[in-house]
């Protein structure tokens, strides 16, 4: 399951073009099959791609070099 940090779902930054793009590709390629609604770039720098397709991984945790490091 990897690295989930500490957060609260609502909090973080929306964002879109090809930041979104780079890290729904990252969390695809860990965990396929998710259909991101949107990517929010939590406060410490990491994103969080939110999957609406699946029951499981809800959330998909990208850090700021678009590496997978976990998901719950």
Known sequence: MGEIPDYT?????????STADK???AAQAVV???????VVRLDDGEYEVHN????WPHHVFVDKDFNVVGWE
Do not use: F, K, R, Y
């Open 32 to 38: 396929p099959g998710g259909i991101a609604d949107c």
């Open 9 to 17: 779902e609502g909090e973080g930054t929306i964002v879109s073009g």
């Open 52 to 55: 609406i397709s699946m029951n």
């Open 23 to 25: 890290a729904v590709q």
